[in-house]
């Protein structure tokens, strides 16, 4: 079994149901700062969201 899939079962197990998650106010002042914070340059990532994919050249016949 894939590490992503032991995640995704393990997280399911965690959270289950849930659909709301209770924060103190200082536990939700770090996940608003997280959120607001000024996104960092990944040039590596830029060019590979920006060069054509390999379906990009399939022309159907």
């Given at each position: ?31 608003v700062s997280v959120l ?26």
């Amino acid at each position: 079994m894939s590490w992503p899939t032991q995640l995704l079962e393990r997280a399911a197990e965690v959270f289950g149901g849930r659909r709301g998650f209770a924060l103190g106010a200082e536990r939700w002042k770090a996940v608003v700062s997280v959120l607001d914070a000024s996104v960092c340059d990944m040039p590596h990532m830029r060019k590979l969201l920006n060069e054509p994919g390999i379906f990009s050249v399939y022309e159907p016949t």
